[in-house]
């Protein structure tokens, strides 16, 4: 009892504190947020199914993948993620994919008003690392795979790793850790499940020794098909996203819905019927047609070319960029993925932030081969049209690093910049 009443009060404090740091709150607007969020004082997670997703590549997808079976199958579901987070039928703009804990609370108090049975949320690396999901327990918790990314905050791989697996410590005693054993780093992202943790796990993958498997996959420009062959059942699976990767995204979800107890066939429709903005988008047209992808990471990178290839009869032209105030050592790997694999490359702009793009395309450049056909154009919008006009007739062109990121973060400024869109307007110039 003691326990509970030290845990109340200490929601209490976090929702004063928070208050106290809004200009002009007074204790009237205090108690009315209370009474709007009144479920936050009552810890609004316990009547919430929650299911957690972390991972360098694939959180979004498998999240929209899960979170669309959830609604399939007639439940009202709040998500948590990227580029946005969503109560019921309600899309907010998000800032973090983790929010603070603070600001999560509020939002799972907002989910239960609009009687949400289930939470499906995007956890990062920061997020777990500086304990933004204290206080949350999951019923299901996912890892997807491991590549570089965020070593400007993490010290090296392996401390990235550990801030991942720190979601399995969330996970409810009956609840379940599903890990891609395709990803390099699997076995000890077992080795730790198994042995630290008295939690069920399963695994899932294209490799024939995991617990979810597919096999028979074909795969298209629009989509993929595949047999899905789980410890229980096997049965077909089409989803609107090319790529092996794509695959094991939905294998995912797939294994986590059925813990949830959801059927195969409302699985199959949820599958079938995700669509994920600014993943493997297709924007151009028949004559000209032009890919739009999130890749940020030289494994995202990597995976999107490697897919995209797949469907090129003459030349695959990438668009391709890193951040600024981002993990540095990954830029020139991103550039020498982008000029390798592709036929010609744009090395452009992304999001500078407080730094100068002229760096950040300095730092892609370093090491590039002499013999790589590419160029740089600083101007994003200048190298998504040059891209366009250079592409001739059965050439790919793909945009990535933003996906559908709906503005430039340049200094201080937020500028409204939508690739897509971008893409659409030069089509029909």
Not at 88 to 115: A, F, K, Q, Y
Not at 241 to 253: E, I, K, Q
Not at 348 to 375: C, F, H, K, V, W
Request: charged fraction near 20%; proline fraction near 3%.
């Amino acid at each position: 009892m003691t326990m509970a009443i030290r845990k109340h009060c200490s929601r209490i404090y976090k929702q004063i504190k928070y208050c106290l740091r809004q200009p002009s709150f007074s204790w009237i607007d205090f108690f009315r947020l209370c009474q709007r969020n009144r479920y936050w004082l009552w810890h609004p997670q316990r009547w919430l199914k929650t299911v957690g997703i972390t991972g360098t590549n694939g959180k979004t997808t498998v999240a929209h993948f899960l979170s669309q079976i959830l609604r399939i199958s007639g439940h009202t579901v709040g998500q948590l993620g990227t580029h946005n987070h969503y109560i019921g039928d309600l899309c907010l703009p998000s800032e973090l994919t983790t929010p603070n804990s603070v600001t999560i609370h509020h939002l799972l108090s907002s989910m239960i008003s609009e009687n949400a049975s289930h939470l499906v949320m995007e956890t990062s690396s920061h997020g777990l690392a500086q304990d933004r999901l204290r206080d949350l327990t999951f019923s299901v918790a996912i890892f997807t795979n491991l590549s570089q990314d965020h070593l400007d905050y993490h010290e090296n791989m392996e401390d990235y790793l550990s801030a991942k697996i720190r979601l399995f410590h969330l996970v409810r005693n009956d609840g379940l850790i599903l890990v891609n054993t395709d990803d390099v780093r699997s076995e000890t992202v077992l080795r730790h499940a198994h042995r630290k943790l008295n939690r069920k796990v399963r695994t899932f993958g294209l490799s024939s020794l995991a617990d979810l498997k597919a096999i028979g996959i074909k795969s298209t420009l629009s989509g993929t098909s595949f047999e899905a062959v789980t410890p229980n059942q096997s049965f077909a699976v089409e989803i609107q996203l090319p790529g092996r990767h794509n695959v094991s995204n939905a294998l995912a979800a797939l294994g986590a819905a059925q813990f949830l107890g959801l059927s195969n066939n409302m699985i199959q429709k949820g599958l079938k019927q995700t669509v994920v903005a600014g993943r493997f988008e297709s924007v151009g047209n028949e004559a000209k047609p032009v890919i739009v992808d999130f890749a940020h990471s030289p494994k995202a990178l990597e995976c999107l070319l490697e897919t995209a290839r797949q469907f090129v009869q003459n030349r695959l032209i990438c668009v391709a960029s890193c951040n600024g105030d981002r993990d540095r050592s990954k830029r020139p790997l991103m550039g020498q993925i982008a000029t390798s694999l592709s036929d010609h490359a744009i090395l452009t702009s992304g999001s500078p932030r407080s730094e100068r793009a002229e760096q950040i395309l300095a730092d892609m450049q370093m090491g590039l081969a002499l013999n790589r056909s590419y160029q740089v154009i600083p101007d994003r919008r200048l190298a998504i049209e040059i891209a366009l006009d250079i592409a001739t007739d059965q050439d790919l062109v793909v945009v990535a690093g933003r996906g559908c990121d709906a503005f430039i973060e340049n200094g201080p400024n937020k500028i409204p910049f939508d690739d897509r869109d971008v893409v659409r307007s030069c089509l029909i110039r």
